[in-house]
């Protein structure tokens, strides 16, 4: 099934995905081994180091369909553990704001990305200036559940006041379901996260505060703003 994309995706939003992808290339530490995120605005990254054969040695990805975009690309793709410490991870978001807290996994692939996060000494985040909010919400928060969990959490989330929305007909990579939450308090992302993160049957929160990003890259009309 489509990824969650509540709103049409127009000519300009792309042209400033790409303009904020291609500023990420700068970061990069040539011959590293790259973590590489998921979504549209990774694949014009993605589209962007195909261009630059042997600038990076190989990535790290965090999705099966990253993954195939990086091999098609000719870019090797390490299994994390055999890598350990990702040097940079380029990876976009559904919404951030000036702190560089994000709301993440729109596309489903928030647990690999956010293992990626962790492993990163350093996370560049690209989004177009749309995704720039002072307050994290009005995108729906996605959170990776296990199956049979799945209305056990969505009671815990309407007890603090979150409408939960069934992902159908979605698997993620590590075959468990999403949902999608509006309507939980959202003033202080970190302390949100912790308090989700303890729920039983929840994998992973798409809240990304606790370990935010380092820099936001903001592709705007008429180039890119650095956060
Ligand atoms: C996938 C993600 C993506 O980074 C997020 O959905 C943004 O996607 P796009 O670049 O297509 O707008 O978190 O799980």
């Not at 159908?168 to 989700?196: H, K, M, S």
Request: glycine share 10%; net charge neutral; hydrophobic share 45%.
């Amino acid at each position: 099934m489509a990824a969650h994309t509540p709103e049409q995706t127009t000519a300009g939003t792309h042209a400033k995905k790409r303009r904020c992808a291609e500023a990420a290339l700068r970061y990069i530490d040539p011959g590293s081994v790259l973590g590489v995120g998921t979504g549209s605005t990774v694949g014009y990254f993605i589209a962007a180091l195909a261009a630059r054969p042997g600038l990076i040695r190989a990535a790290v990805s965090s999705s099966t369909a990253t993954t195939a975009l990086l091999r098609s690309a000719g870019i090797d793709v390490f299994d994390l553990n055999d890598v350990g410490t990702v040097h940079l991870y380029i990876d976009g978001a559904d919404q951030a704001t000036r702190a560089r807290h994000l709301i993440k996994g729109g596309g489903g692939a928030l647990t690999r990305e956010k293992i990626v996060a962790a492993a990163a000494e350093r996370f560049v985040c690209i989004i177009d200036d749309g995704k720039l909010v002072d307050t994290l919400g009005s995108f729906p928060l996605p959170l990776e559940v296990i199956p049979m969990a799945r209305t056990l959490v969505t009671r815990a989330l309407a007890a603090r006041g979150g409408r939960a929305e069934w992902r159908r007909d979605f698997l993620t990579d590590n075959g468990n379901q999403i949902i999608d939450v509006q309507g939980l308090p959202l003033a202080d992302p970190p302390a949100l996260e912790r308090e989700l993160d303890t729920l039983t049957g929840v994998v992973t929160v798409g809240l990304f505060a606790l370990r935010p990003a380092d820099v936001l890259l903001v592709g705007t009309a008429t180039g890119v703003e650095t956060i």
